[in-house]
């Protein structure tokens, strides 16, 4: 037993430090490229690049829905499936694409964004038109985290490397930002889609031959009900960019994004952690899913958070003039707030894999739809107030309310010592 445990945690360790690589690369890279912006065009087009960056978050999960979540847990749970599983989830994720792509853009054209943003945001749109070509979750399911860190990290690489050459030749941002990132989309694709050839034989589609629960996941129903909890999270944690852009100015946008960048900074590295636990998590047997055996983590993620954050929040100014420059020095505020929801973000985030690796999509949905409202409307009533600084009380609430649904939502009893007229695994 002690043995098995050890071969796990140092599965995991691998695995989060081979993600650390691609995913390091990756965010360094990313704040890079804000820090060539904020200093080089100024606070007004990284207000621009933040809408952006937003709005290209929105397309990449209408082109996921639910279907590289999905897929990644069901080829971890089914390793000899790969080539079914790809079929399915692939052909949802490109009709997917030729919806949300042309959405976004018309959002971009005629949507509550400041004029100076249009060109940018539209061209953004377009792309991340090649994202519905990769196949890092089939990577991911597979457990191929050095390939699937290697491609994560070109999104960011080749992006940075083609806006350096634009800004050297002085080309105009408004089209150099989205074409480099267009660049890295389409880079990180290819890559993904090489690296799953040589890793996996495909052979014929043979339906018959599938599992009832294949047959099950890979439905619509399945894909769009784990989408819709995705994007109740991608709502809770970005619609303020969105909002901020639709009641205030690109200076607002700018500042706020500068400090929640800070935030997610420190999130990448936890997230390495969770992306390389949700295989693993998929793996454990219905009979052992129950929140009790989780407490102990719970306490020592919350725990593992509030120091980074405490002095993130002392530091605050220094941290981000250091960085963006004195311009941005009026997001010190917003950067103090912000960093309060870290340890909040380490255990709700934790809750949502778990959620998620069990097949308890609804749950996840649920909770992030409630916390996606109080995020909403406090945004409403707080922006026009407050403008960023509103926007940074917002996360921060809404984060406590996510908090306590997450918790609750749990499964904190085995489906053993349920009541037998409950004991059902959600799909």
Same mark, same amino acid.
């Given at each position: 037993?002690?043995?098995?445990?050890?071969?796990?945690?140092?599965?995991?360790?691998?695995?989060?430090?081979?993600?650390?690589?691609?995913?390091?690369?990756?965010?360094?890279?990313?704040?890079?490229?804000?820090?060539?912006?904020?200093?080089?065009?100024?606070?007004?087009?990284?207000?621009?690049?933040?809408?952006?960056?937003?709005?290209?978050?929105?397309?990449?999960?209408?082109?996921?829905?639910?279907?590289?979540?999905?897929?990644?847990?069901?080829?971890?749970?089914?390793?000899?499936?790969?080539?079914?599983?790809?079929?399915?989830?692939?052909?949802?994720?490109?009709?997917?694409?030729?919806?949300?792509?042309?959405?976004?853009?018309?959002?971009?054209?005629?949507?509550?964004?400041?004029?100076?943003? +249009?060109?940018?945001?539209?061209?953004?749109?377009?792309?991340?038109?090649?994202?519905? &070509?990769?196949?890092?979750?089939?990577?991911?399911?597979?457990?191929?985290?050095?390939?699937?860190?290697?491609?994560?990290?070109?999104?960011?690489?080749?992006?940075?490397?083609?806006?350096?050459?634009?800004?050297?030749?002085?080309?105009?941002?408004?089209?150099?930002?989205?074409?480099?990132?267009?660049?890295?989309?389409?880079?990180?694709?290819?890559?993904? +889609?090489?690296?799953?050839?040589?890793?996996?034989?495909?052979?014929?589609?043979?339906?018959?031959?599938?599992?009832?629960?294949?047959?099950?996941?890979? +439905?619509?129903?399945?894909?769009?009900?784990?989408?819709?909890?995705?994007?109740?999270?991608?709502?809770?944690?970005?619609?303020?960019?969105?909002?901020?852009?639709?009641?205030?100015?690109?200076?607002?946008?700018?500042?706020?994004?500068?400090?929640?960048? &800070?935030?997610?900074?420190?999130?990448?590295?936890?997230?390495?952690?969770?992306?390389?636990?949700?295989?693993?998590?998929?793996?454990?047997?219905?009979?052992?899913?129950?929140?009790?055996?989780?407490?102990?983590?719970?306490?020592?993620?919350?725990?593992?958070?509030?120091?980074?954050?405490?002095?993130?929040?002392?530091?605050?100014?220094?941290?981000?003039?250091?960085?963006?420059?004195?311009?941005?020095?009026?997001?010190?505020?917003?950067?103090?707030?912000?960093?309060?929801?870290?340890?909040?973000?380490?255990?709700?985030?934790?809750?949502?894999?778990?959620?998620?690796?069990?097949?308890?999509?609804?749950?996840?949905?649920?909770?992030?739809?409630?916390?996606?409202?109080?995020?909403?409307?406090?945004?409403?009533?707080?922006?026009?107030?407050?403008?960023?600084?509103?926007?940074?009380?917002?996360?921060?609430?809404?984060?406590?309310?996510?908090?306590?649904?997450?918790?609750?939502? &749990?499964?904190?009893?085995?489906?053993?010592?349920?009541?037998?007229?409950?004991?059902?695994?959600?799909?």
């Amino acid at each position: 037993m002690l043995k098995e445990k050890l071969r796990n945690l140092m599965g995991v360790a691998a695995g989060s430090a081979l993600l650390a690589i691609g995913e390091g690369s990756a965010r360094i890279c990313t704040m890079l490229t804000l820090i060539l912006v904020s200093r080089k065009f100024g606070v007004s087009t990284l207000g621009s690049l933040a809408l952006a960056q937003t709005m290209a978050i929105y397309i990449a999960l209408g082109i996921d829905a639910g279907a590289r979540h999905i897929g990644a847990r069901l080829i971890a749970a089914w390793p000899d499936k790969v080539t079914p599983v790809l079929q399915r989830m692939q052909a949802k994720r490109k009709l997917l694409a030729l919806i949300a792509v042309p959405l976004g853009l018309i959002y971009a054209i005629a949507g509550p964004i400041p004029q100076d943003a +249009r060109l940018m945001v539209s061209l953004y749109a377009l792309a991340v038109a090649p994202y519905c &070509l990769s196949l890092d979750w089939v990577l991911w399911g597979a457990k191929r985290y050095g390939s699937l860190s290697m491609s994560r990290a070109l999104v960011s690489v080749l992006s940075l490397a083609a806006l350096v050459l634009a800004v050297f030749f002085g080309a105009d941002p408004r089209w150099a930002i989205p074409v480099a990132a267009g660049i890295g989309y389409a880079g990180s694709a290819a890559y993904s +889609r090489w690296q799953t050839g040589r890793t996996f034989q495909q052979g014929p589609d043979r339906a018959t031959a599938l599992p009832p629960d294949i047959v099950t996941d890979t +439905r619509w129903k399945a894909v769009l009900v784990l989408g819709a909890a995705l994007a109740c999270n991608q709502a809770f944690n970005n619609i303020d960019s969105l909002l901020l852009g639709a009641l205030t100015n690109l200076q607002q946008v700018g500042l706020y994004n500068s400090a929640y960048r &800070l935030l997610t900074a420190l999130l990448g590295v936890y997230y390495l952690l969770t992306t390389s636990l949700y295989p693993r998590i998929a793996e454990v047997s219905p009979e052992n899913r129950s929140g009790k055996k989780l407490r102990s983590y719970l306490v020592g993620l919350f725990l593992a958070g509030t120091l980074p954050a405490l002095l993130v929040m002392h530091f605050s100014r220094k941290i981000i003039v250091g960085i963006y420059g004195q311009n941005f020095a009026q997001g010190a505020p917003m950067v103090a707030i912000l960093i309060l929801a870290l340890p909040l973000d380490f255990v709700t985030s934790f809750c949502g894999v778990t959620l998620v690796a069990w097949g308890m999509s609804r749950r996840v949905l649920i909770a992030t739809a409630s916390a996606a409202a109080v995020n909403i409307g406090a945004n409403f009533y707080l922006i026009p107030r407050y403008g960023g600084l509103g926007a940074s009380w917002a996360t921060l609430i809404s984060y406590m309310v996510l908090l306590v649904i997450m918790l609750a939502m &749990l499964p904190w009893q085995t489906p053993a010592s349920r009541p037998s007229a409950v004991v059902k695994i959600e799909s």
